[in-house]
């Protein structure tokens, strides 16, 4: 099957670790700028290793629902967690809008400390991925960073307010 596709994003922050990492564990700051553009609303966020984030996202009448599951918590340094689709119920499903796109996605977000500011990389990887959803998920690489992109430039307007 040869090596898994990797997405990576990578962002400094004119922050340091301990601002960015409050900006993506405590729920009221991380659902202002996770989803930019929709409502985000945070039904759980446990961060601890095996504790879930269940999160909703809306726009209009639809909503969609995302279920992680945290495998790895060091304060303030990593996040790892087991990311999926969900149904309403929290149950793990088949994207609905891409059925070839990955069951489960392990994500990895780690917060370098650089001379008072934060190098963000975070990494997205198939989890026990078929052929098919490796494929799927390797087509979809080169759009990725549209999503994620708009999220970050929140988060950057957030560390600084939280600095000022």
Not at 4 to 10: F, Q, S
Not at 59 to 66: A, F, I, K, V
Not at 70 to 74: A, E, G, L, N, Q
């Given at each position: 099957m040869g090596?898994?596709?990797?997405?990576?994003?990578?962002?400094?922050?004119h922050a340091p670790p301990e601002l960015v990492w409050k900006a993506w564990t405590e729920p009221d700051l991380l659902r202002r700028w996770y989803g930019p553009g929709v409502e985000t609303t945070i039904h759980r966020f446990e961060a601890r290793p095996g504790g879930l984030w269940l999160l909703e996202m809306r726009?209009?009448?639809?909503?969609?629902?995302?279920r992680a599951e945290?495998?790895?918590?060091?304060p303030p340094r990593r996040l790892v967690w087991l990311h999926s689709v969900a149904d309403a119920n929290w149950n793990v499903i088949q994207n609905p809008m891409a059925p070839d796109w990955p069951r489960v996605l392990l994500t990895t977000v780690a917060f370098e400390e650089d001379a008072g500011r934060t190098r963000l990389r975070l990494t997205w990887v198939p989890h026990e991925a078929s052929e098919v959803e490796i494929a799927g998920f390797r087509d979809a690489l080169p759009g990725m960073d549209q999503g994620w992109s708009a999220g970050m430039e929140v988060l950057s307007k957030i560390t600084a307010d939280l600095q000022a």
């Open positions: 090596e898994l596709p990797k997405y990576v994003l990578e962002r400094e922050f726009w209009g009448e639809n909503s969609s629902y995302q945290f495998t790895d918590v060091t």
